[in-house]
């Protein structure tokens, strides 16, 4: 039995469909073509390695030329790598133009494909890539995204370029505004999700609505038939492309405890007393909503904070009267 074949290890399964969500402004387009360069490079994206290097082809239907290689100046800068070394990088903006890969046979109400996506055929069978971007399912799909016999024709298109050519295909999409709204990405029909087999999306770091740091993002995966769900990547854009927070689970929660431990030390200094309970000053709350929060979210605050106080890091004090005690925190110190 060979073994499963990745193109990021955990995250983008190879020889077949992913789903990559992200509200308009997040950086996906970034984020999609930072993965670009790091296949045609052999370089590590968002920390991870790239299992099946080789030629990329990005098409957009998002970005111009001039935006597309703004973008990627940018990237090179920040991994030290001379715009030459793309020489592997096939990208073709389809900004104006007709993007559309399938159109709906009224006839049949069955989608069929246009010339562009035979285009592609010939271009996959020339160029032999190791991943295709193509971005986004709004320009590139004309039939009814709520419909989930069309979800599913389009995405099973897609997989017969990533069986046929053995390569891994990203498909940049918009979420629905009941998906942004859950905090789930999804769009249109959930046969999109359901047909695909790994789903990742990127989102700002918001909690209770308020936006701390505009630069940080978490890439969070959504679904993973042959991985694992709820793993999230904290991102900040720096330079023009986003830099990953921490390499690991270990790592993230490290720099959640310190922080932590930072804020609240400023805190007592300040006379400003947290709360370990729900309320007004629930430490995690508060310090989330921080700018030197440096993009922890409260849940990553929560976890930290019964981790310091189990380690005995920090403690529980109280004070007011018998009638009326309010416990805070305080740092072991």
């Excluded at 490079?41 to 597309?68: F, H, M």
């Excluded at 990127?202 to 959504?222: C, F």
Aim: charged share 25%; net charge neutral; hydrophobic share 35%.
């Amino acid at each position: 039995m060979p073994p499963r074949k990745w193109h990021v290890d955990g995250l983008i399964p190879g020889n077949t469909v992913t789903l990559l969500g992200g509200d308009g402004g997040t950086g996906k387009s970034l984020l999609a073509l930072q993965l670009a360069v790091s296949t045609v490079t052999g370089r590590r994206w968002v920390n991870r390695g790239i299992d099946q290097p080789g030629k990329a082809l990005v098409l957009s239907a998002e970005d111009d030329n001039n935006e597309l290689h703004r973008r990627l100046s940018d990237i090179c800068d920040s991994n030290d790598v001379p715009l030459a070394a793309l020489n592997k990088l096939l990208m073709r903006s389809l900004a104006g133009e007709d993007a559309l890969l399938a159109v709906l046979d009224r006839k049949t109400n069955a989608l069929k494909p246009t010339a562009l996506y035979a285009e592609i055929c010939r271009t996959m069978e020339r160029e032999r890539p190791k991943l295709i971007i193509l971005d986004t399912l709004a320009d590139l799909h004309a039939g009814n995204e709520n419909d989930r016999a069309h979800g599913r024709q389009f995405i099973g298109m897609l997989r017969h370029l990533a069986i046929e050519y053995e390569c891994a295909v990203v498909l940049l999409a918009h979420p629905s505004l009941t998906g942004l709204n859950s905090g789930t990405g999804t769009s249109g029909s959930t046969a999109w999700s359901n047909s695909v087999r790994s789903r990742l999306y990127l989102r700002r770091v918001k909690d209770d609505g308020y936006e701390a740091d505009p630069d940080a993002r978490i890439l969070e995966t959504m679904k993973a038939n042959y991985g694992r769900t709820g793993e999230e990547i904290g991102l900040t854009w720096m330079g023009g492309v986003f830099v990953p927070d921490a390499p690991t689970r270990e790592e993230r929660n490290s720099k959640a405890e310190r922080v932590f431990l930072s804020l609240l030390a400023e805190h007592t200094k300040q006379g400003r007393k947290v709360s370990p309970k729900a309320s007004s000053a629930y430490a995690p709350k508060v310090f989330a909503g921080l700018p030197g929060s440096e993009g922890v979210s409260k849940r990553a605050f929560q976890a930290a904070m019964e981790q310091l106080l189990s380690n005995g890091a920090i403690r529980v004090e109280e004070e007011g009267p018998p009638s009326k005690r309010r416990a805070f925190l305080v740092g072991d110190s």
